[in-house]
């Protein structure tokens, strides 16, 4: 709980949940308006971006955009969808704000939802290529035999990957092949 | 017609107090950022819900026209506060009216944050007829609990609304005429992987 009290000070409850979160934050225990309303804008951020991973994990699983799901199972893929989303909910309103109130105007709502949005997209863009390289590449033939058919083709919005995806993989694979070597 | 407004003001007002719990709950909802953050994700998921490469692009033109038209939105209800005299808050022109959230200092009427979800419920409803409805709705409810917790009368959520929607189906029909406009801004998108 933050509390601008009389003065500029504020007071931390101690439950486990927001000491975590304040760790990881860094809210110090003296606040002045201007460091509450950054600490705000922290958390709009961080909600907008957590929120939207869930969300975009929720539309790739229905529409089967395979490139793009962290997970195979639908089923997973919904689970994470619905804890993100609402978890991210859960964890920012679950902040109690007294007086003064404190507000993010709108235009500044804007931008940070749009940065942020725009973030957990390329978040997913990445983690997705990510899990895709790990995956071991023969799991996809098992499958196709099982079903004695390739799983459809979906369309993914990163048919090309950006080189420097490309690169990154690149270097991992030569890391990990000078460490056999090793 | 004002005296209509305020009468109506002071009947939803009076309920607070009644239902403890729906006081709450109508509390909750009246924040800054509840409804407002929904329906954002709402656009958010139009942009990545087409099928088809065609159904996204025409999606997500539709979320750039929506964007555009809450832009002019606010920038229509900025110059309405400096050209119209500034209607004073209910709980100014009635101290004694319950309050379930802090006292805001810009004019009564139009209520911005009423006008920008209809205009976002406008432009969902445009592009997914079903999540526009179930928008419309969430947008119903956060004017009402503006009304309901003292902050505006309902002839400012009204007055917000009909400039919301209108002001998102102009730009829809503008940018009909140009299509060129959004099409580039989604081509650009594209090039930055962000479409």
């Known amino acids: 709980m933050l509390r601008q009290g009389n003065g500029s000070t504020a007071t931390q409850t101690c439950s486990l949940f927001r000491l975590v979160r304040y760790s990881i934050i860094r809210a110090p225990s003296t606040v002045r308006h201007g460091q509450l309303m950054r600490l705000l804008e922290l958390q709009y951020f961080t909600l907008v971006f957590v929120a939207s991973c869930g969300l975009l994990q929720g539309v790739f699983t229905y529409r089967r955009v395979s490139g793009l799901q962290f997970f195979r199972s639908p089923a997973l893929g919904y689970v994470f969808a619905v804890f993100f989303f609402v978890g991210s909910f859960v964890w920012f309103f679950s902040d109690e704000r007294d007086l003064p109130p404190l507000v993010i105007e709108g235009s500044q709502q804007t931008v940070l939802f749009v940065a942020a949005s725009a973030l957990s997209v390329y978040f997913t863009y990445v983690l997705s290529f990510l899990i895709r390289s790990v995956r071991p590449s023969t799991t996809m033939a098992l499958i196709a035999g099982e079903h004695g058919k390739r799983q459809p083709e979906q369309p993914t919005y990163n048919k090309r990957l950006p080189s420097v995806c490309r690169y990154v993989r690149h270097m991992i694979l030569r890391l990990a092949g000078q460490g056999a070597d090793r | ?195």
């Open chain 2, 1 to 195: 017609m004002i005296a209509l407004d305020e009468r109506l003001f002071l009947a939803i007002n009076s309920l607070i107090g009644n239902w403890s719990a729906f006081d709450s709950v109508i509390a909750f909802l009246v924040n800054d950022y509840f409804i407002m953050l929904l329906l954002a994700f709402m656009l958010l998921g139009l942009w990545f819900w087409g099928a088809d490469a065609g159904t996204r692009f025409h999606l997500q033109t539709l979320v750039l026209w929506t964007a555009v038209g809450i832009v002019l939105t606010s920038l229509v209800i900025s110059i309405l506060n400096v050209y119209l005299p500034d209607r004073p808050r209910p709980f100014v022109t009635y101290p004694d009216v319950k309050l379930l959230f802090y006292r805001p200092h810009d004019p009564s009427f139009p209520a911005n944050s009423a006008a920008v979800c209809f205009a976002a419920a406008t432009g969902i409803w445009i592009g997914h007829r079903r999540a526009g409805a179930v928008a419309f709705v969430l947008a119903v409810v956060f004017g009402f609990s503006r009304v309901y917790a003292g902050v505006h009368y309902p002839g400012d959520v009204i007055g917000g609304a009909l400039l919301g929607s209108v002001s998102v189906l102009v730009t829809c029909w503008t940018f009909k005429k140009l299509h060129w406009i959004p099409g580039s801004m989604v081509n650009l998108m594209r090039f930055i992987r962000l479409a």
